[in-house]
């Protein structure tokens, strides 16, 4: 039985205001991975609802600079300064991005954080840089990273092998592209946004943002031979139905287990 656990802070896309913006954690032990930040100190919000101390959380990767991934790291790196000051938080803070994404941080965290906190950066606060195709040892997990190759802003995606040996591939919040495939083929667990229903594409517009459908992420899934599929980073107009027509729609094109997560759901991996 696995003891990992794959915690859905946020499900949504960046214009949500019925559900938080998608990131998530993966808990292993008493310690958590944790993957974007949503788009404000509503992080706070969820990880206090999923309960999930911030003592606990020691690894961050940031797979992008947009509002909806980046901002909540700028609340975390502040409130989790402030318990470093206090003698609450024991060790250090390691986070993990491209190395342009490394500066945009910077940036922000210098123009909006008290210096008392942002001189802990070099001290305790560590910025790991990676690098397409680039492996780190993170939490006893050997996670290689690659560039989705995004024609937006740089971004990053992740594949890692969990202690059952299966395989969890991060796509991003873009559709998976053809050059991915070493990394998602036959993957146990592929991570996969949609944007919306392909009944309504006229409405939402994905292609224009690069975003999929429910139908094109089931497609890729199926193409993949994917074992379990899980749609995020959705409209919220129908979140009351959306994991049934949004499960309706994908079992069309995808044989696996497909699941449509709520936010703060818990999946065991």
């Known amino acids: 039985m696995s003891n990992e656990t794959l915690i859905l802070l946020g499900t949504g896309n960046a214009t949500v205001t019925k559900c938080f913006n998608t990131c998530f954690a993966i808990k292993t ?7 974007d930040t949503g788009g404000g100190n509503g992080i706070m919000t969820q990880l206090e609802r999923a309960g999930i101390p911030m003592e606990a959380i020691h690894e961050i990767f940031m797979s992008h600079e947009h509002t909806d991934h980046l901002l909540g790291l700028i609340w975390l790196i502040r409130m989790i300064a402030t318990k470093m000051k206090k003698g609450q938080y024991e060790g250090n803070l390691n986070i993990y991005c491209h190395e342009e994404l490394k500066e945009t ?16 950066i070099g001290e305790r606060i560590f910025f790991r840089p ?22 937006k802003a740089k971004q990053f995606g ?4 969990l202690k059952n040996r299966r395989r969890f591939t991060f796509l991003g919040d873009e559709p998976y592209q053809e050059h991915e495939r070493k990394y ?5 667990w592929l991570l996969h946004e949609a944007f919306c229903l ?22 890729h899934a ?3 031979g994917a074992g379990n599929l899980l749609l995020y980073h959705t409209e919220d107009k129908n979140l009351a139905d ?10 069309r094109y995808y044989h696996g287990n497909l699941i449509v997560p709520e936010d703060l759901e818990r999946i065991s991996l």
């Open 198 to 219: 392909y009944r309504d594409k006229e409405i939402y517009r994905p292609y224009e943002k690069h975003h999929a459908t429910v139908k094109e992420a089931c497609e």
């Open 184 to 188: 998602a083929e036959g993957t146990d």
């Open 158 to 161: 992740f594949t890692m092998r």
């Open 29 to 35: 032990g008493e310690e958590y991975f944790l993957v």
């Open 222 to 224: 199926e193409e993949l």
């Open 130 to 151: 990676v690098e397409d195709g680039e492996v780190k040892s993170i939490l006893g997990y050997e996670i290689q990273f690659f560039d989705i190759r995004s024609t």
């Open 242 to 251: 959306r994991k049934r027509l949004y499960t309706e729609e994908g079992k």
């Open 105 to 120: 941080i910077l940036t922000i965290t210098k123009l909006t954080v008290q210096e008392k906190f942002y001189k802990l």
